[in-house]
């Protein structure tokens, strides 16, 4: 190597710890994922307000606090009216990861706490900005399909939790309890995840002292690809194609055999399943057997076991399943729109995004240098020993 100090990894970054954080742990080893020293598995026991505050404020909310916090994000729940109009100039044909990415910073354009340039955000405008965008991503979400589908926006109903509220806001009617549950905690399961990609771009910009909506819209754009949120619409158009357990087998081969991924497996940090997908696979079930329709959740399962095996086969290594396998049949069986499903990822993660920028901007863990300045190593030509030679354009010929 020329010079020793460079290393180049060309490894995406996977297992390098690049940052401190306070707010989530997840140890890929052993299975275990905690949002601030909580594990996953008793937070799903809580709603998503109470992760939500537990994420931007630190601790789980007393049972009177509680109330006066959903109060708060409640009220913060409409969008201004040109944020709307501006919802009835996209193309039904959107894709709706695209509209919310361009509706963040339409929001920041109407935020009382960006007015002015000169500015600083304090860490409280920051909270509140944080408020704003968790109650206002089901609202928009909810509106754009609406309108898509030829209706009005329905206005956000201040007396239900933000789960049912969401189900309310996107079919026009009370949803039903079960549902309500299952997207509730299905929002608690994806609130947070460490230095996910999305995590990351948004961290990545609040380090440049971008504000809040900057952050978050580069979240949302990364959110939106296959690898990462775009996983589980991935895995129920797969689930669709497939139509029935039968061809199972063929397709996991096929598409080992074409080099494609398999959506909703493997994992970047887990070597085992995510813990998530245990409690999802369950929750998946269970909606199966109730609504009469077992057979998209006993597909994936099937799916699940025959990729493990055909894997392990394969390349003697085991596939973890993770957070968007079964997420699909369950969004599916709750009559969510498939291109909806990412949004609903984005919808719940807006929280751990939030709660990164602040962390990134206010600190809370170790001091770092600010702004991420990763380097890389220039491969490319010189076309010549040193230097590329500048030919002037009307001189420059083919070749
Ligand atoms: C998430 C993901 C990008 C992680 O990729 P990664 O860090 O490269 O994963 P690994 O290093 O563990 O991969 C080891 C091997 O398994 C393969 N592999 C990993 N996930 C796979 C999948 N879902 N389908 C088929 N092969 C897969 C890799 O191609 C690699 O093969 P190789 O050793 O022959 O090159 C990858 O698993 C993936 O694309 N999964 C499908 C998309 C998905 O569900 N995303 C949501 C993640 S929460």
């Known amino acids: 190597m020329e010079n020793d100090c460079k290393i180049t990894l060309n490894t995406g970054l996977r297992g390098i710890t690049i940052a401190n954080t306070r707010i989530c742990e997840v140890d890929g080893k052993n299975g275990r994922l905690l949002y601030r020293g909580y594990m996953i598995q008793d937070l799903a026991r809580a709603s998503y307000e109470e992760v939500v505050h537990l994420l931007l404020h630190e601790y789980l909310p007393l049972a009177e606090e509680l109330q006066p916090f959903r109060a708060r994000l409640a009220a913060e729940r409409a969008i ?3 944020v709307i109009a501006a919802l009835r100039t996209f193309p039904a044909k959107a894709l709706p990861m695209d509209v919310l990415q361009a509706a963040v910073p339409m929001l920041a354009t109407h935020d009382p706490d960006i007015a002015e340039l000169s500015k600083e955000i304090s860490k ?30 329905v206005a956000p109903a201040p007396d239900l939790g933000h789960a049912a509220n969401f189900l309310f806001m996107l079919n026009g009617r009370m949803p039903e309890d079960t ?22 771009a948004a961290r990545e910009v609040a380090s440049t002292q971008a504000h809040m909506y ?26 669709l194609k497939l139509g029935g357990s039968e061809k199972v087998v063929d397709f996991v081969n096929a598409e080992l055999d074409a080099g494609r991924k398999l959506f909703g497996l493997g994992h970047a940090v887990y070597d085992v399943d995510d813990p998530r997908a245990h409690i999802l696979a369950p929750m998946s079930k269970a ?8 057979h998209w959740y006993e597909m994936s399962a099937l799916i699940e076991k025959t990729a493990k095996e055909i894997f392990r086969k394969r390349k003697n290594a085991d596939i973890p399943v993770n957070v968007d396998f079964y997420s699909a049949s369950l969004y599916y069986y709750l009559n969510i729109p498939v291109d909806l499903f990412t949004p609903v990822f984005a919808i719940a993660r807006v929280a751990g995004w939030a709660a990164h920028v602040i962390e990134e901007q ?14 890389s190593e220039y491969v490319g030509d010189y076309c010549g020993p040193e230097v590329c030679e500048f030919v002037p354009l009307e001189k420059r010929k083919k070749g």
Do not use: C, W
């Open 362 to 375: 206010f600190g809370g863990a170790a001091a770092k240098p600010v702004l991420y300045r990763p380097e």
């Open 287 to 294: 909606l199966g057997e109730r609504t009469g329709d077992p």
């Open 124 to 153: 409280e405008a920051a909270l509140r900005m944080a408020h704003r965008l968790v109650a206002k991503f089901p609202t928009v979400i909810a509106a754009y399909h609406r309108i898509r589908s030829g209706t009005d926006p």
């Open 80 to 82: 201004p009216p040109a």
């Open 179 to 200: 549902a309500v549950r299952a997207i509730d905690t299905a929002l608690v399961l994806h609130a947070e995840h460490a230095f996910n990609a999305s995590t990351f």
């Open 214 to 239: 900057a952050a978050v819209a580069a979240g949302v754009g990364s959110l939106s690809g296959a690898l990462h949120g775009g996983a589980n619409a991935k895995v129920m158009q797969m689930l």
